[in-house]
């Protein structure tokens, strides 16, 4: 891979800022729509742009092929499931503490990696990264200001949302010989397959009167969260490689936290700040390993 230019910097943050708008937007919405709806409009709406670009480059997608189970369950695992939990979640959440916990998915991925595959095992740099950075996951968890007995359980199911997220990766590790636009493309389909009949059944969304900005932001995250941002990852992907793009965990937090205060004027403690600082160095540590490793073959 090339060494990165400016305009890719500029294209990270730009992804970074996208992902981590996903959260307040995600609180806004469930002010109409339940956890359900959030979920199945985001799945529905980002399939969209995805699958036209397949169709455009005449990418064939395989969602019915003989892999269909596979599509099916990191649909289910990656997309179904997270969805729901971090809409779940927020409800009862601060959106800047959700892009905290959300932050913790590379830490998680790192303990599973260790046992589920046979090239990411723990060494010493990672345990430190782990350690530095679930210290601060624990820590906002201790913030009684912001977490406390009434939404202990909802910020639970965030972080049960982002080992989710973990596990889908790792099952995609059973696909990984396929291109990036068709598995996203096919995973989306299957997603949203899955979902439907349950929306439809649950929350027959078609009998609510939404708020104007909850509707705006549905449509939003649909489009521009899961749509567009993971074109722009593809597009970073393939010009900078999996090491430079996974640098967007460093700045997701980051702008989750200040987007919230914006637009929500949520609250930010002390301890929030240090387990910001902590979850980032935590992922610091981790990726160093990653790239030490990479060098050394």
Same mark, same amino acid.
């Given at each position: 891979m090339r060494n990165p230019k400016s305009t890719d910097y500029l294209l990270l943050s730009i992804l970074s800022l996208i992902w981590a708008s996903a959260f307040f937007n995600i609180k806004i919405a469930t002010y109409s729509y339940s956890p359900i709806t959030i979920a199945f409009f985001r799945i529905l709406l980002g399939a969209i742009p995805v699958v036209f670009l397949c169709?455009?480059?005449?990418? !064939?997608?395989?969602?019915?092929?003989? *892999?269909?189970?596979w599509f099916a369950s990191i649909g289910t695992i990656n997309l179904v499931i997270p969805f729901f939990l971090i809409a779940y979640g927020v409800q009862k959440v601060q959106s800047n503490l959700a892009a905290i916990l959300m932050a913790s998915t590379p830490l998680s991925a790192t303990i599973l990696a260790h046992f589920f595959t046979k090239k990411e095992k723990i060494n010493y740099t990672k345990t430190i990264g782990v350690l530095v950075g679930f210290f601060g996951i624990i820590l906002l968890f201790s913030d009684n200001i912001l977490i406390d007995n009434d939404n202990f359980f909802y910020a639970l199911m965030i972080l049960c949302g982002s080992t989710f997220y973990v596990v889908g990766g790792l099952l @995609?590790? !059973?696909?990984? !010989? !396929?291109?990036?636009?068709?598995? @996203?493309?096919?995973?989306?389909?299957?997603?949203?397959?899955? +979902?439907?009949?349950? @929306?439809?059944? +649950? *929350?027959q969304p078609w009998n609510l009167s939404p708020r104007l900005d909850s509707t705006i932001s549905l449509i939003y995250l649909g489009i521009f969260p899961t749509g567009v941002a993971w074109l722009l990852r593809f597009h970073i992907l393939k010009k900078n490689g999996l090491v430079f793009q996974a640098q967007v965990a460093y700045l997701i937090p980051i702008f989750g936290v200040i987007l919230g205060y914006i637009f929500l004027k949520e609250i930010i403690t002390i301890k929030v700040l240090i387990a910001l600082i902590a979850v980032i160095i935590g992922f610091y540590f981790v990726r160093r390993s990653i790239k030490q490793n990479l060098t050394s073959v």
């Open positions: 169709l455009y480059n005449k990418i !064939k997608i395989e969602a019915f092929s003989k *892999d269909w189970f @995609t590790l !059973k696909i990984s !010989k !396929k291109k990036n636009e068709n598995v @996203t493309a096919s995973i989306l389909i299957w997603g949203a397959i899955i +979902i439907f009949p349950i @929306t439809m059944l +649950i *929350d």
